[in-house]
């Protein structure tokens, strides 16, 4: 029992919880707390598997621009309860157990044929460098540099579109 | 062919003309005869007549040259089915060289008589556009007898056979919706229908003796059948005596022998001139020759020859019975008919075929004179009628009842007002007594030499048989033409013109110098020696004193018999026949004509009708139709058609299924489409679903 | 140490419980929030399957993963502002018309 799986654990049961949380809580500013600590959590993962430029990503991006970009969005439109819906009885039963066949799958497929045996690598300073950073920084621009242009339309292309859709129409009353 | 050349050769190649010259006759007066007068539509048939004469002829002249060789004219092939091969062939040979002059002889004769007669007729009965089927259906009856006696085989013989009978219905049936008298009525059709059904049983006879013919001798050829006869009649004779009793009833029915011979007096509803070519000369002769002509078949069987021999002697002593005691002046000389048919059914059936044929000649002669100048007579009481309607105004009563111009209670007294169709009269009636020297008595006197020789029975038969005849004759002359009119009619009769009486002078010349053609001196046979070419060589008699004194003796006993009763005191108006109250019952009789027709009608004609009533009505109508058809077999169609198909396979079976299907998928759709709800949350489950199973699937692989 | 099938696991439930949201919740902003949870959870395998086997491309695969949310986020939250609009409501049940 190392350090690492201890952490591990119980960082997993946070994310769990909070996963749940956000699944379950009523209220929608609630839920996208909850959301947060998750996207925390997993950053937290991100830098126990070596991966500090994704972890810093992923809290900038992820917690901070999203999640603030939701919670706009939810004082926006509303955060109160919506009333109990009346359709779809068989909605949740069969999603529920759809979902637990779905882990099943899932778990027989990593332990049930040839499981794997693999430890991750924890990491040590060697590896928190700058030089990993460069080595990301290199393989992004050589490798993948198409799909690196791209995104950048790609996200040009989401602004105009998300503005496009909000705009207002000319004489269209709020 | 040169006519040079013809003249040493012969004129065979001219055989077919007999039958196509009135064919072409018919044809023209069909096609254009509407536009013909009268005179024209008769003259054309008379000339076709007489070119069938001319060509008979030249045939006859023919085979004189040929020193009696007969000779076969091919003319078109017929039918060559298996072993029968028959083709429509021309025999001409001396026997049918007689039968074909005589034909179209007197035919042609008569065919001029019946311009004038019918020219009367048809404005008696007020139907002139009648006039051109007369000469037509005429022209068709010699064509038809031309066929038949010139076939060369029996089918030939029997195409023609039929065809003279159906000419014999029409022209019986000639005026068809009235009876004798004028008056609408079923008689004169009911008269053809009779005539032609009883003919119809002697064609069954007839086509019997043709199968067994056939299947025992292998052709309906004469020289074949008559070759392989005697093989046959030494094996089994009771074939060939079959064939030839089968062939009796045939002539039975054709030459009205007993039992067949009713129709022939209800025959003279039809037009004199029909009876007198017809019902005399021609048609009812058929029977005699087709007797003779089978020769060779009968002289290998004795036993049907006397079978033969004994109807035609019954026959005429029967017939002649009857004829004493009729009063319509054409019904006489049908009995008189049958009784002279009966004289020569019995002369061929004992093998003197020789004096058949001769009586056959003779006869044709003075009977057809006998009738013809009967129609004058006949018509001669219609003119004086007819002059009584539009001249006299006292005579108004005569009116009311229906006048028979035939019955001779109407007549007496007509050698005044007709004397040419008196002596014309005269002349026929000597001749049919078998008087010397007419042609009868030497014809007569030959059968019954003949009979004498070989048949007594036959022979006392017939000779009572000529004492009648002789005594039906005077009795007929007396109240015909003596004594006093017994009817206004009869008093103002007028005499018939040229166009009728001409021809009766030439037939009462036949009459007269007819017996030449056979006398019975050496040297003289004539007949005998021509028919002896075709039939084998018959001996010729010599006249018998014995025969001919017993005949000529009772001949002029019986008119001195008749002129006692009939002639000393002539009858009046509404007397009775003074025979009835010495004969009694037999007079009776006699005038019923023995109750024969009753006796069929309640023996045969009675039941046969309520036997097809009962076929037609129970058995075809109600049992077939009714039950069998429309509830058996149009049930069951129905039923399976309806019940079976329509109700269970097609709606419930099909339509079923057709609608199940559709109603399937309506409701497969129906709760398919609550799929399509709208809600994402929904399709979303879907493609978990669909993740799930195919994840599954992938493993499970 | 822990080994590799523990993260797995784990992205495994995340993404379970990411699918379950999308599924049960009515709310759009919920549900979107779920998307988002699931793919946090891929991206989490995918980094420890670039630490287990020692090479980068899970880590820029992450990278590019990560960016592609964010403008996907902001276009899904402009179409949601957009729906309210009109339907002045972010109930999923009530956007039905598309019904057959």
């Not at chain 3, 439930?13 to 946090?40: D, H, K, Q, W």
Request: charged share 10%.
């Amino acid at each position: 029992m190392s350090v690492d799986l201890i952490l591990f654990l119980v960082l997993a049961l946070v994310s769990v919880s909070a996963a749940i949380g956000m699944l379950l809580s009523q209220n929608a500013v609630y839920s996208a707390l909850f959301l947060v600590i998750n996207f925390a959590t997993v950053a937290v993962f991100y830098l126990l598997l070596g991966a500090p430029f994704i972890a810093m990503a992923q809290i900038t991006v992820y917690a901070g621009a999203i999640m603030v970009l939701f919670l706009f969005v939810i004082m926006l439109l509303g955060a109160e309860k919506l009333a109990p819906g009346k359709v779809l009885p068989y909605q949740r039963p069969m999603a529920i157990g759809l979902a637990v066949v779905l882990m099943v799958e899932a778990v027989y497929l990593m332990l049930g044929r040839n499981p794997s045996v693999a430890m991750i690598i924890p990491p040590t300073d060697a590896t928190n460098t700058v030089d990993t950073m460069r080595e990301l920084g290199m393989t992004l621009f050589s490798d993948y540099l198409l799909p690196f242009e791209v995104t950048s339309i790609l996200l040009l292309v989401a602004m105009i579109g998300a503005i496009v859709l909000t705009k207002r129409e000319k004489g269209e009353q709020e | 062919m040169l006519l040079s050349e013809a003249t040493t050769t012969g004129f065979f190649f001219l055989a077919p003309w007999i039958v196509f010259f009135p064919v072409i006759g018919l044809l023209l007066n069909i096609i254009i005869g509407g536009r013909l007068s009268e005179r024209g539509i008769g003259w054309l048939a008379s000339g076709a007549s007489f070119a069938s004469f001319v060509v008979s002829v030249l045939l006859a002249y023919s085979v004189w040259i040929g020193h009696g060789q007969s000779e076969s004219v091919f003319l078109a092939e017929w039918m060559h089915v298996g072993n029968l091969s028959l083709d429509w062939t021309f025999r001409v040979d001396t026997l049918s060289t007689v039968m074909m002059l005589v034909v179209s002889g007197v035919g042609t004769l008569i065919h001029i008589y019946a311009i004038g007669y019918m020219h009367e007729d048809v404005r008696f009965k007020n139907d002139p556009g009648r006039y051109r089927r007369f000469f037509v259906f005429l022209n068709l009856f010699i064509a038809m007898m031309m066929i038949l006696v010139s076939g060369d085989s029996y089918l030939m013989l029997f195409v023609g056979w039929e065809g003279v009978g159906l000419c014999s219905f029409l022209l019986i049936g000639f005026w068809y919706d009235m009876d004798t008298l004028g008056r609408p009525s079923w008689a004169n059709s009911n008269a053809g229908n009779k005539a032609f059904i009883t003919n119809r049983i002697g064609d069954f006879g007839f086509l019997i003796a043709g199968f067994l013919m056939f299947w025992y001798l292998g052709s309906f050829q004469f020289d074949q059948v008559f070759a392989a006869a005697p093989e046959l009649a030494h094996a089994h004779p009771e074939i060939v005596v079959a064939i030839t009793l089968f062939m009796l009833i045939g002539v039975a029915g054709k030459s009205a022998q007993i039992p067949l011979y009713v129709w022939l007096p209800d025959a003279m509803a039809g037009p004199t001139p029909v009876s007198a070519l017809i019902h005399a000369a021609t048609m009812v002769t058929a029977g005699v020759y087709l007797v003779t002509r089978s020769a060779p078949l009968y002289t290998l069987v004795p036993e049907s020859q006397y079978v033969v021999a004994i109807v035609g002697a019954a026959t005429a002593l029967f017939a002649a019975t009857i004829a004493v005691g009729q009063y319509d002046i054409k019904k006489v000389l049908a009995y008189s008919t049958i009784s002279q048919l009966g004289f020569m059914v019995a002369a061929v059936g004992m093998g003197a075929y020789v004096a058949g044929m001769f009586h056959l000649i003779t006869h044709a002669f003075f009977k057809a004179l006998l009738f013809l100048s009967a129609g004058s007579v006949i018509l001669g009481l219609e003119r004086g009628h007819h002059h009584l309607a539009h001249h006299g105004d006292e005579h108004n009563d005569h009116h009311e009842e229906v006048f028979d111009p035939g019955d001779m209670r109407n007549m007496g007294g007509l050698r005044k007002t007709m004397s040419t169709t008196f002596w014309l009269y005269i002349v026929g009636t000597l001749a049919l007594a078998g008087t010397f020297p007419f042609a009868g008595f030497w014809s007569k006197d030959e059968i019954l030499l003949d009979a004498k020789l070989h048949y007594p029975t036959v022979y006392w038969m017939l000779t009572i048989a000529a004492f009648f005849t002789a005594f039906y004759m005077g009795r007929q002359i007396w109240m015909v033409f003596f004594g006093q009119p017994r009817h206004e009619a009869a008093a103002h009769a007028q005499e018939s013109p040229k166009i009728m009486t001409i021809p009766l002078m030439v037939l009462a010349a036949l009459s007269l110098l007819g017996g030449g053609l056979n006398l019975p001196f050496k040297g003289f046979h004539t007949m005998g020696h021509w028919l002896a070419y075709t039939l084998s060589e018959s001996e010729a008699l010599p006249l018998d004193l014995q025969v001919a004194g017993v005949s000529t003796a009772l001949v002029l006993l019986a008119i001195l018999v008749s002129w006692l009763i009939y002639g000393r005191k002539p009858l009046k108006a509404g007397q009775p026949d003074p025979l009835k109250k010495p004969l009694g019952f037999i007079f009776t009789g006699m005038e019923n004509k023995w109750f024969v027709d009753e006796g069929y009608q309640a023996a045969i004609i009675k039941p046969f009708k309520k036997l097809s009533y009962f076929l037609a009505d129970v058995v075809d109508w109600r049992f077939w139709h009714d039950w069998f058809h429309e509830k058996v077999i149009a049930g069951t169609y129905i039923w399976l058609s309806n019940i079976a198909l329509n109700k269970y396979a097609d709606q419930r079976g099909i339509d079923a299924f057709a609608n199940g299907l559709g109603t399937v998928t309506k409701n497969l759709s129906a709760s398919m489409r609550r799929v399509q709800n709208g809600f994402v949350r929904s399709y979303a489950l879907s493609v978990l679903l669909g993740v799930v199973l195919i994840l599954g699937y992938l493993l499970l692989k | 140490m822990v080994p590799e099938t523990y993260y797995i696991a784990l992205s495994a439930i995340l993404f379970t419980i990411g699918a379950l949201g999308v599924l049960i919740r009515r709310n759009a902003l919920i549900i979107f929030m779920s998307v988002e949870l699931m793919l946090n959870a891929a991206n989490l395998a995918f980094v420890a399957f670039a630490n287990t086997y020692e090479h980068l491309n899970g880590q820029i695969i992450v990278f590019f993963v990560i960016a592609v949310a964010a403008a996907e986020v902001a276009v899904g939250l402009a179409l949601i502002v957009a729906i309210f609009k009109s339907k002045r409501s972010i109930d999923v049940d009530q956007m039905s018309s598309l019904k057959g």
